[in-house]
């Protein structure tokens, strides 16, 4: 469904993306790992015509996504869970979830599901979002991703700044979307939840993909070079 080849890119004179693999089939759930600064947020970006690739391939269900626009990409049922959120403050939470539809104007039963996913969203559905907690506000922008009914996904450490007992709920979510079919890469600090989670990892070092395979394929010897931990 995703097939990254060869990427590069810079932010300005700097070469941060060295030439980064990555793929994910239909319904699969990918892991992106690596220690901060390795490329991992690019990558997603480089993917969303964010970051414009300087090199290599970015596809999706066979088109080739570096022709567009950044604007144009969404509708070809590709969606991004920033890190950090990226919600607008001042909107309420239903106002929030009605801009990510390319119409503003998303269908009832497609909120009535994000709202199954998050009830507490549901219960503040008028209040401004820059007034809900943390987890709330993840809760927000995983449900404002869901809405234009995407085949991926894109999760960018979706648990960071969370207390342990939202970030399992956090978790439990991406892996019940995940279920209903959805494509997902997730980018994740927490290395132990991501091989439970996810059905192959990739692992990035210095803006190049070092290794890819099944979480029971991950050595405690690798985990410890590229992760820190054993």
Not at 84 to 96: A, I, Q, S
Not at 147 to 159: C, Q, T
Not at 187 to 192: A, H, W, Y
């Amino acid at each position: 469904m995703l097939k990254v080849e060869g990427l590069h890119a810079f932010y300005g004179k700097s070469h941060v993306l060295h030439g980064v693999d990555l793929e994910v089939g239909p319904g699969e759930l990918v892991g992106l790992l690596g220690r901060n600064g390795m490329g991992k947020t690019t990558t997603l970006k480089a993917v969303m015509g964010l970051v414009r690739p300087a090199r290599g391939r970015v596809e999706f269900r066979g088109e080739d996504l570096r022709s567009l626009k950044a604007h144009q990409i969404p509708g070809r049922g590709i969606a991004l869970v920033p890190q950090g959120r990226g919600l607008f403050p001042e909107l309420t939470v239903l106002e929030n979830l009605r801009i990510a539809h390319p119409r503003g104007r998303p269908d009832p039963e497609r909120l009535d599901q994000v709202f199954e996913y998050f009830p507490r969203l549901r219960e503040r559905s008028s209040q401004k979002a820059g007034t809900l907690s943390g987890g709330e506000q993840q809760m927000l922008a995983i449900g404002r991703a869901l809405v234009p009914n995407p085949r991926l996904i894109l999760f960018d450490e979706p648990s960071e700044g969370l207390m342990p007992l939202l970030v399992r709920a956090i978790h439990e979510t991406v892996r019940a979307i995940n279920a209903m079919g959805v494509g997902a890469v997730l980018v994740e600090q927490n290395v132990r939840a991501a091989l439970s989670m996810c059905h192959r990892v990739y692992i990035l070092e210095g803006g190049r993909t070092v290794w890819r395979g099944r979480p029971d394929e991950l050595d405690d010897a690798t985990q410890q070079a590229y992760l820190g931990v054993g």
